[in-house]
C-alpha cells in the first residue's frame, strides 16, 4: 500500500532536534548549537553532528552529517530529516518518511490527532509518545490540554496550560528533556 506523503511539508513541519530524540539519539550541544555525539550505526566518540540551523536546497532547516567511515561513503553529504530516519533505521526515504509521518502525526494526514479545548493551540498532540511517557493517558492529557507540539516556538516540547484564576488560558509552558532550557516559557512570562 503506498500512500501519498508531501516529503517538503513533512521536513517543514518537523524539527530535527525532536527527531534525533525520538530515534533516541544521545547527543550533547556544542556552544555553537550542533548537536553532537557517537554515530548510531558505527559508534565513535562525537563523529555524528546534527546542525539544526542548516538550510536545506529545498529551504528546509537540519542536516546531519557523519564522520564515521562507513556514513561518509554512504552519506558523503549528510542528509535532512527524513534521511536521518533511513540512516538510522535503514530504511529507504518513503518509509522513513512514513515512520516520521506516523509517530509526529503531523497534520496533513492526522484526521485522529486529538483537537485541545477552545482557545488552546489545536495542534498539540495529546496522544504523542512523549506525553505518554509523563503516565498520562490521551484522555487524560485531552482533559488538561496537554500535548507535544511538532511545530511552533514549542516544537519538540510537552506543552503544559498556564491559566490564571479564572482558568483563562494564558499561555504554554514546554517542556523537553534534554533540551536547553528544559522548560521554555512564554517571552511575557521572563
Ligand atoms: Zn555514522
Redesign the pocket.
Known amino acids: 500500500m503506498s500512500q501519498f506523503i508531501d516529503f517538503a511539508e513533512l521536513k517543514r513541519e518537523l524539527s530535527i532536534e525532536a527527531v534525533a530524540e525520538w530515534l533516541g539519539l544521545d547527543l550533547k550541544r556544542m556552544t555553537n548549537g550542533q548537536l553532537r555525539g557517537a554515530?548510531?550505526?558505527?559508534g565513535?566518540d562525537r563523529?555524528?553532528t546534527i546542525t539544526p540551523d542548516f538550510i536545506n536546497k529545498d529551504g528546509t532547516c537540519g542536516r546531519f552529517f557523519?564522520?564515521?567511515n562507513?556514513?561518509?561513503r554512504r552519506w558523503p553529504r549528510g542528509g535532512d530529516v527524513i534521511e536521518l530516519v533511513a540512516?538510522v533505521h535503514q530504511l529507504k526515504p518513503q518509509d522513513a518518511a512514513a515512520e516520521l509521518q506516523k509517530a509526529f502525526q503531523t497534520p496533513q494526514t492526522a484526521p485522529q490527532a486529538t483537537k485541545l479545548p477552545e482557545g488552546g493551540l489545536d495542534y498539540l498532540l495529546a496522544d504523542h509518545e512523549a506525553v505518554q511517557a509523563l503516565g498520562l493517558s490521551k484522555e487524560q492529557a485531552v482533559r488538561l490540554g496537554i500535548g507535544f507540539a511538532p511545530k511552533g516556538i514549542m516544537r519538540g516540547r510537552i506543552c503544559f496550560p498556564l491559566r490564571d484564576p479564572e482558568g483563562k488560558l494564558l499561555g504554554y509552558c514546554g517542556y523537553a528533556e534534554g533540551m536547553e532550557p528544559a522548560l521554555k516559557f512564554p517571552i511575557k512570562f521572563l
Open positions: 554515530c548510531p550505526i558505527e565513535g563523529l555524528f557523519c564522520f564515521a562507513e556514513c561518509r540512516k
